[in-house]
Structure formats: C-alpha cells, structure tokens
Nanobody, 125 residues
C-alpha cells in the first residue's frame, strides 16, 4: 500500500509560479512512474506531466515549456514546478503513482495505482 500526500498549492496571480510536491510512503518509490493530474470543476481529470523511473518526462501540450516535473528518489518525492501560470491552470492537482509494472517481492504481486488527496491551485487574472 502506498500513500501519497501533496503539498504546496495555493493562490497566485497570473504569470506567477508555484511548486507542488508529493511524498510517497513505502519502499518502492524509485521504480514508480509518477505523474501529476489536475481536475477543474465540471471537467475530467487530465494528465499534466509524468516522470518514469529512468527520469523520462512527458507533458501535456497545455503546460509544455511552463511546467517541470522532477523526482527525488532519496526523499521519495516528486515535484511540479509551475511557471507563467494562467487562470486556466486553476484546478485540484493530484499526485499519481503507477506500480502496475513493478513486482513487489513482499506481497508476491504487481503493484497498483495510487492517488493523493489533491491540492488546490488557483490562478487569479
């Protein structure tokens, strides 16, 4: 079982910056694929950025060039640096861990997917 706890959301003016972070429990962080999703009211949850165990990154077109995802395996943390924020970036941001391709020798099975509780990011115009 993995628990994810996000922090760092808040209110910022358009053009400003925020950094949201997520810390994961357990001993399997380094092989996890970590992602950030967001969901605005009345919309579906969308993928914002992801980083693999080998630190390959991917971004949605809407945030490419403005957001940067990074991981710190020593601290079991993933960060999302958000620059040049726009009002349309306002949403609840969720941390996601994917262990479906990671074999857990303790449980004798592949892992699952886990979500954090979310952190609110609001960008005022």
């Amino acid at each position: 079982q993995v628990q994810l706890v996000e922090s760092g959301g808040g209110l910022v003016q358009a053009g400003g910056s925020l950094n949201v972070s997520c810390v994961a429990s357990g001993d399997l962080f380094s092989p996890m694929k970590m992602s950030w999703y967001r969901q605005a009211p009345g919309t579906q949850r969308e993928l914002v950025a992801s980083i693999s165990s080998s630190r390959e990154t991917a971004y949605s077109d809407s945030v490419k060039g403005r957001f940067t995802i990074a991981r710190d395996n020593a601290k079991s943390m993933v960060h999302l640096q958000m620059n040049n924020l726009k009002p349309e970036d306002s949403a609840v941001y969720y941390c996601h861990a994917d262990l479906r391709k990671v074999w857990d020798y303790v449980t004798g099975s592949y892992g699952g997917e886990y979500w954090g509780q979310g952190t609110q990011v609001t960008v005022s115009s």
